[in-house]
Nanobody
Framework: QVHLVESGGGLVQPGGSLRLSCVSSERTFGAMSWFRRAPGKGRDFVAGASWSGATDYADSVKGRFTISRDNAKNTVYLQMNSLKPEDTAVYYC????????????????WGQGTQVTVSS
């Protein structure tokens, strides 16, 4: 059983930045990705990173968010800049054995989530 633990969420003003981290209990050779769930909505893909360094981003975050991973530390990061109120959500880390997918049902393991609130 793989355990994922997210950290780094919080309250930030519009235009601000946050850095999320997710540590896996085991080495993940597949994709490590971030999803988010806004109030009243489903779980949406945000960004994903493969073992080899390939990345994918949702259109809504391109140019503002950057995903990276440190394979030696079993950790994936999400640097979030120029945050907007519509980025408010619970952010989840997820992993799968295969390559990056935008479908949440394709991921085997999930963290508990970390709240990000963008408000003045």
């Amino acid at each position: 059983q793989v355990h994922l633990v997210e950290s780094g969420g919080g309250l930030v003003q519009p235009g601000g930045s946050l850095r999320l981290s997710c540590v896996s209990s085991e080495r993940t050779f597949g994709a490590m990705s971030w999803f988010r769930r806004a109030p009243g909505k489903g779980r949406d893909f945000v960004a994903g990173a493969s073992w080899s360094g390939a990345t994918d981003y949702a259109d809504s975050v391109k140019g503002r968010f950057t995903i990276s991973r440190d394979n030696a530390k079993n950790t994936v990061y999400l640097q979030m800049n120029s945050l907007k109120p519509e980025d408010t959500a619970v952010y989840y880390c997820a992993t799968r054995l295969a390559t990056i997918s935008r479908g949440p049902d394709e991921y085997e393991y999930w963290g508990q989530g970390t709240q990000v609130t963008v408000s003045s």
